[in-house]
């Protein structure tokens, strides 16, 4: 009998995007989420680093969380850095006489977080880094090429920016790259369809759910309606997410149903429009723009006539053990997006046993199996998503149904051990599925 080949521990840097904190309890965020998740289940197997942006402007520090080795980069350096490109940007624009490229915004810049890229590439050097993973920032590509020349670098996208950037700049950056990670195929086509030649480095990793956290419980597998009836939103509150649409269906739906009640859960801020409206081409997205212009909170409030009011709960940010409590008291799910690569809280609702109501948007249907797991809509239609609310609620034998299968499916496929074995696979060169063939094959012949 031969004894079975271990593959070998791979030494793991995870490089932040410096636009939040990943490890708990500051944890920020979905990707922040992502990587702690990932690297809490990797770290079994495989030597771990968090590298990211400190607390300190001038000394570095380093702390063992839960088997994770996790590095602070200083932030002084990348503070002057940031300011001094911010100055010149506005100075070469200016003698220019130009507007900033839509295809070239500031923060796609190698001198964009220059100073933490440079430290965080030094400090994966220092560890002797196998593998350096990076997220959605290209620019920090060729940094941690040059000092880690023989590590295998991944880079992770979370959005479209890759299709969707200058396809020159993007172009020599992925020449660097050994592995592209996208947290959906949808992600992934759109890089072929603009860079063919990278079809053999792709890879898609969706996000995942803790399913030992959010789990069902007896009234979401319950055939009887409860009271109240309970639709739960969990994300930021922001334009991009459709929060406008989800009110307005509400008023459709709390009209049939007097007990019902609308549950958000999430801090109210949007990401920069530079992020995603400037760079859409889907109008859909465009048409958002008017709202990161205004104060989108005081116009989800004009919505609402007074005696709708007391039935929407804006809860804020909570913690994760809230936020199990929030799914847990939940009737049904609803994702409203306009744009979404692949929202994680699908998934973790879910893993939480509940039916859901989505808009088909990014990677939604690929979470969501309609009329299985869930029910998909028209994008940016309030009545659509109104009427599919209103079946849920309606029929619950359809929910209990569809809360087991999604229960079901976010174990078999967005679990947090699924996705860390995974990416395993991508970080030791495993050759495409047969699925992921089947991806490209589809995306080139399109």
Not at 368 to 388: H, I, K, Q, Y
């Amino acid at each position: 009998m031969t004894a079975a080949v271990t593959a070998p521990a791979r030494r793991v840097a995870f490089i932040s995007q410096c636009l939040g904190r990943i490890v708990p309890p500051k944890a920020e965020g979905s990707i922040a989420t992502w990587t702690y998740e990932t690297a809490r289940h990797l770290c079994r197997d495989h030597p771990v680093l968090l590298i990211e942006c400190g607390e300190r402007p001038f000394r570095s520090s380093r702390v063992q969380h839960e088997g994770i080795a996790c590095f602070y980069v200083p932030t002084a350096i990348n503070r002057v850095v940031n300011a001094l490109h911010s100055r010149w940007s506005r100075l070469w624009n200016r003698v220019r006489h130009a507007e900033p490229s839509r295809l070239r915004p500031a923060y796609t810049s190698i001198f964009h977080n220059l100073g933490f890229s440079i430290q965080a590439a030094w400090a994966a050097r220092r560890w002797r880094a196998d593998v350096i993973h990076v997220h959605n920032f290209s620019q920090f590509v060729p940094v941690m090429r040059l000092f880690n020349p023989s590590a295998r670098i991944v880079i992770h996208m979370n959005c479209e920016w890759l299709s969707q950037h200058e396809p020159r700049m993007i172009a020599r950056r992925l020449e660097s790259v050994d592995a592209i990670v996208g947290c959906a195929a949808h992600i992934i086509r759109k890089i072929v369809a603009r860079f063919p030649n990278v079809a053999p480095k792709c890879h898609v990793v969706f996000n995942g759910a803790n399913v030992e956290r959010f789990v069902p419980c007896a009234q979401s597998v319950a055939a009887e309606p409860p009271s109240p009836l309970r639709i739960l939103f969990v994300g930021r509150v922001s334009p991009e997410k459709g929060v406008h649409l989800l009110v307005e269906a509400f008023k459709t739906v709390a009209a049939k149903y007097p007990t019902a009640q609308l549950d958000l859960v999430g801090g109210v801020g949007s990401l920069s429009a530079d992020f995603l409206v400037a760079l859409s081409d889907d109008p859909h997205v465009r048409s958002l723009e008017t709202f990161y212009r205004s104060d989108y909170f005081a116009h989800l409030q004009g919505l609402l006539p007074d005696d709708l009011k007391a039935r929407v709960h804006f809860h804020g940010d909570v913690t994760h053990g809230e936020l199990a409590t929030h799914y847990a008291r939940a009737t049904v799910f609803v994702s409203a997006s306009l744009s979404d690569a692949f929202p994680l809280t699908v998934v973790e609702a879910m893993a939480a046993g509940l039916p859901i109501a989505g808009s088909a948007v990014g990677g939604v249907p690929e979470a969501v199996v309609d009329e299985l797991t869930g029910l998909l809509a028209e994008p940016n239609s309030a009545d659509a998503l109104a009427s599919a609310l209103c079946r849920l609620l309606a029929d619950g034998s359809l929910r209990q149904r569809m809360a087991l299968e999604a229960r079901q499916r976010a174990l078999r496929l967005f679990s947090w051990r699924a996705i860390a074995d995974t990416v395993a696979e991508v970080y030791r060169g495993a050759p495409r599925t047969e699925a992921r063939q089947m991806l490209i094959v589809e995306t080139t012949a399109g």
